[in-house]
Nanobody
C-alpha cells in the first residue's frame, strides 16, 4: 500500500502564498502521475494540477499562472507552490498519486488525507 502524507496548508490573506507538500511512502512501487485536487464545501473534487513522470504538467484554467506543481522523484514527493491566492482558492487540497506495484505491475491510486487552505479577503 502506498501512503501519502500532506503538509503545508493553512490560513493566508488574499495575495499571499503557500506551498503544499505530499510525500509517498511504501515499498516496491513506481509512480506515473502525481496530482493535486481540491474540494470546497458543497462542491465536487476538482483537479488543480498534475505532473507525469516525464515532467508534463497540466493545470486547471483557474490556477494557471499562479500555481506551480513540481516533483522530486528521488523523494517521491510532489509540491504545489501557490501565489497570488484568492478567497475562491479556499478548499481542502488532496494529493493523488497513480502508479504501479513493481511485483505485480498492477496499478494503484492513492489519496492523501487532505490539507485545508483558507484564503481570507
Amino acid at each position: 500500500q502506498v501512503r501519502l502524507v500532506e503538509s503545508g496548508g493553512g490560513l493566508v490573506q488574499a495575495g499571499g502564498s503557500l506551498r503544499l507538500s505530499c510525500a509517498a511512502s511504501g515499498s516496491a512501487f513506481s509512480i506515473n502521475t502525481m496530482a493535486w485536487y481540491r474540494q470546497a464545501p458543497g462542491e465536487q473534487r476538482d483537479l488543480v494540477a498534475s505532473v507525469t513522470n516525464d515532467g508534463t504538467t497540466n493545470y486547471a484554467d483557474s490556477v494557471k499562472g499562479r500555481f506551480t506543481i513540481s516533483r522530486d522523484s528521488a523523494k517521491n514527493t510532489v509540491y504545489l507552490q501557490m501565489i497570488s491566492l484568492k478567497p475562491e482558492d479556499t478548499a481542502v487540497y488532496y494529493c493523488n498519486v497513480w502508479g504501479r506495484y513493481r511485483s505485480t505491475w498492477s496499478t494503484f491510486s492513492s489519496w492523501g488525507q487532505g490539507t485545508q487552505v483558507t484564503v481570507s479577503s
